[in-house]
């Protein structure tokens, strides 16, 4: 079993502590130390080819910048790596984001990946003037992927459906292959659309049993539609030469939150429509409840499975914690579930690139769970090769 790498693009700013914004927060760019520069994003880009990451995800929402035109620059300054880049299917027309694709696709070959965001927030999408329920939403999205293939697949389409009209649309470049759909949603309207749709289906990180439970849930709609779908998991990671050093850097972590930043955090977080933010937010609510948050080892939520990251942070609120070998141990138990390929990401995020690139990479090639045809570079831990595939 080969397993698939990406890295996270901060494209609302770095920091060498935890940023927040994302799902419930108020639109507004979220603050960090390292504004998020080409330059700098630039630096991840090259890093994470360097050392044989597949693809890096790009943010949608009010509260970063936009990730289209984000990727767009950023491909320009990059050679291997592909772009997961999300968006929002409603906010502009299916034609519209074909052809954006297309384009995409045309420029840099191989290159581009599509998570598709149907939104959890009400208040964010009224923001954006898109003012249907959150039921509704998944219906327009599954209107909307379904036009998106077929101009992918080079028909002309006429579709008349509750929430979309289209007459005649045709793409004057056919994307070849078409881009994958990455698709996350743990609501019971989300399930039946990611079957039918995803090539990937994501989740955050819960517990390895939960993830299991998501992944057999997801399978069984996909199979009643004749289809297979790939598993993804999106995750922070903290990992250094030994554990102690790592649940270090997690003290340090919070030891930088004050009580009225965590409270005023949750009470955003709290207003959202997202079950999987629900979920997240679970995971550390006895903690925050009885106090005991300040100690990382209270938020533990499973073994190295750490749920500080969502104290502040909305989406993704948990991180692997830990030793390179403990770190890849819990990514193999993941893989066992069902998990193909993980989106990761740490505090700053070329910083911990490296950590992880140097230090768990090597591991798991030794395990025969990566490869990559990236040359290691002079000075860096050596690993294994992993056979590149257009994504």
Known sequence: MTLTFHWFLPTYGDSRFIVGGGHGRSAGAAAGDRPASIGYLSSIVRSAEELGFTGALTPTGAWCEDAWLTTAMLARESQRLAFLVAFRPGLISPTLAAQMAATFAAHAPGRLLLNVVTGGEDHEQRA???????????????????????????????????????????????????????????????????????????????????????????????????????????????????????????????????????????????????????????????????????DPRALEVAPNLWAGVGLVRGGAGTALVGGHTEVADRIAEYASAGIDEFILSGYPHLEELYWFGEGVLPQLAARGLFHSTVSAPTGHAPFLAREETAP
């Open 128 to 294: 954006y003037g898109d003012h249907l329920s959150k039921d509704e939403r998944y219906a327009r999205c599954a209107e909307f992927l379904a036009i998106v293939r077929r101009l992918w697949a080079g028909e002309t389409v006429t579709a008349r459906g509750e929430h979309l009209d289209v007459r005649d649309a045709r793409l004057p470049t056919i994307p070849d292959p078409p881009p994958p759909l990455y698709f996350g949603g743990s609501s019971p309207a989300a399930g039946p659309v990611a079957a039918e749709h995803a090539d990937v289906y994501l989740t955050w990180g819960e517990p390895v049993e939960a993830v299991a439970r998501k992944i057999e849930w997801i399978r069984g709609l996909a199979a009643a539609r004749g289809r297979k779908l790939r598993f993804g998991v999106r995750l922070h990671v903290i990992t250094r030469d030994t554990a102690e050093e790592s649940w270090d850097q997690a003290r340090r972590l919070l030891n930088a939150l004050g009580e009225d930043t965590v409270t005023a955090a949750q009470a955003a977080l709290a207003r959202s429509g997202s079950t999987g933010q629900r979920r997240m937010r679970e995971l550390h609510e006895r903690s925050r409840a009885d106090g005991t948050w300040r």
